[in-house]
Nanobody
Framework: VQLQASGGGWVQPGRTLVLSCAATTYTFSDYIIGWFRQFPGKHREFVGA????????FYVDAEKVRLTISKDNAKNVAYFQMRSVAPEDTAVYYCAAPHLGSSWPPRNAGEYTYWGQGTLVTVSS
């Protein structure tokens, strides 16, 4: 499966960030989609994931309040929506998919086989 993240760029503080992850596959509903971010000079970190059918989500504790991940299997697209962004949210954001049959939730980058290219988000006024 090939993944392409989009929607990054400049975002004003306090606004909602919306990212998309488009997949090239005939079986998108089989794939968990995870979202990661990488702050400058830091390792890539897991933020949340959504099950293949889109019915179950998992978010890290720090983002449970303002993060929503969704999935439209008919369109082969997953979405990442983060509310009330701040300058400290500036990072490169990635979508990824683990191999089929992986455990839930897959929180480690090493569990993911397929990666989008990453999209830079800059939060600044």
């Amino acid at each position: 499966v090939q993944l392409q993240a989009s929607g990054g760029g400049w975002v004003q503080p306090g606004r909602t960030l919306v990212l998309s992850c488009a997949a090239t596959t005939y079986t998108f509903s089989d794939y968990i989609i995870g979202w990661f971010r990488q702050f400058p000079g830091k390792h890539r970190e897991f933020v949340g994931a959504i099950s293949g059918d889109g019915g179950t989500t998992f978010y890290v504790d720090a983002e449970k309040v303002r993060l929503t991940i969704s999935k439209d299997n008919a369109k082969n697209v997953a979405y990442f929506q983060m509310r009330s962004v701040a300058p400290e949210d500036t990072a490169v954001y990635y979508c990824a998919a683990p191999h089929l049959g992986s455990s839930w939730p897959p929180r480690n980058a090493g569990e993911y086989t397929y990666w989008g290219q990453g999209t830079l988000v800059t939060v600044s006024s």
